[in-house]
T-cell receptor, first 113, second 118 residues
């Protein structure tokens, strides 16, 4: 099936730095979701976006639904050690509840001491 | 709220046997449940979509006779891997969703089941 183009693939940052990652698609999505996954666990929903242009925050996390509906970004401000993990974007043609999600390949966030 | 559980968390089975994985929504009624598969260091790939009381809809390339899905209630879906082979070894993750309003919904994932076929 189709996959989203997610970048960067990995990020090596220092604690306190801001992080930015994004996803693009050749198709229009009506819902964008951002998840975080830690080793051996299922993804945890971070932010859900339903309208083009929508900008939503969840604590230090901010995500935007691109105007073209073909892209989304996630920013993490002032990173802390517990932010380590793999972040996935996911798109859905419906509202996200009725159809399966198309996932990006993930961004592996590593915080250097 | 919106907690999804899976059982077992890990299973090792011999080639040729069948394995059943359960997915439960603990504190909500799921209108739809989904099954995904994830290989090491790879993304999640949708296998099938399941609505309570209906036959599952499988993604292209997923064998429905090999991966049997039963969605008996609004809180339980099961995935049975039949005649398992080593190439079926993977991380299987379910998700569940409910609709707050028309066409709006979010998916909540279970913790996953690590299947190893020897």
């Amino acid at each position: 099936g189709q996959q989203l183009n997610q970048s960067p693939q990995s990020m090596f940052i220092q604690e306190g730095e801001d992080v930015s990652m994004n996803c693009t698609s050749s198709s229009i999505f009506n819902t964008w979701l951002w998840y975080k996954q830690e080793p051996g666990e299922g993804p945890v929903l971070l932010i859900a976006l339903y309208k083009a242009g929508e900008l939503t925050s969840n604590g230090r996390l901010t995500a935007q639904f691109g105007i073209t509906r073909k892209d989304s970004f996630l920013n993490i401000s002032a990173s802390i050690p517990s932010d380590v993990g793999i972040y996935f974007c996911a798109g859905c043609y419906s509202g996200g509840g009725a159809d399966g999600l198309t996932f990006g390949k993930g961004t592996h966030l590593i915080i250097q001491p | 709220g919106a907690v999804v559980s899976q059982h077992p968390s890990r299973v090792i089975c011999k080639s040729g046997t069948s394995v059943k994985i359960e997915c439960r929504s603990l504190d909500f009624q799921a209108t739809t449940m989904f099954w995904y598969r994830q290989f090491p260091k790879k993304s999640l790939m949708l296998m099938a979509t399941s609505n309570e009381g209906s036959k599952a809809t499988y993604e292209q390339g997923v064998e429905k006779d090999k991966f049997l899905i039963n969605h008996a209630s609004l809180t339980l879906s099961t995935l049975t891997v039949t005649s398992a082979h080593p190439e079926d070894s993977s991380f299987y993750i379910c998700s569940a969703s409910f609709r707050r309003m028309a066409d709006i919904g979010e998916q909540y994932f279970g913790p996953g089941t690590r299947l190893t076929v020897t």
